[in-house]
């Protein structure tokens, strides 16, 4: 199985951005479509976005379509999530998951492999 680090999240005021990062060692994650969950405290996960292995697709959460967007970087082999005009309710702890290539927009239980998370807070 893949492990997956997820890190850049932290503590930002409504209006902040914060950029996420999903790394992966030993493996090229342009061999899997990536998605990016939360979970906030209480509620179940869900999808938030993601993007297909070679990276021609992206797609968005209703809730944050718009002010957030995915990418690959190639050469540092992450995906990132960058997010702007943050909101309280976007706090929760945001998870990387890959899925299997042919898929463009996986659901958590299509996902295979996890990272542990990483916080993100939105408050004043």
């Known amino acids: 199985q893949v492990q997956f680090v997820e890190s850049g999240g932290g503590l930002v005021q409504p209006g902040g951005s914060l950029r996420l990062s999903c790394a992966a060692s030993?493996?090229?994650?342009?061999?899997?479509?990536i998605g990016w969950f939360r979970q906030a405290p209480g509620k179940e996960r869900e999808f938030v976005s993601s993007?297909?292995?070679?990276?021609?697709?992206?797609y968005y959460a209703d809730s944050v379509a718009g002010r957030f967007t995915i990418s690959r970087n190639n050469a540092r082999n992450t995906v990132d999530l960058q997010m702007n005009s943050l909101k309280p309710e976007d706090t929760a702890v945001y998870y990387c998951?890959?899925?299997?290539?042919?898929?463009?927009?996986?659901?958590?239980?299509?996902?295979?492999?996890w990272g542990q998370g990483t916080q993100v807070t939105v408050s004043s």
């Open positions: 993007i297909t292995a070679s990276g021609g697709g992206t």
């Open positions: 998951a890959s899925a299997p290539s042919r898929l463009s927009r996986p659901l958590d239980y299509q996902c295979h492999s």
């Open positions: 030993g493996v090229t994650l342009n061999d899997y479509a």
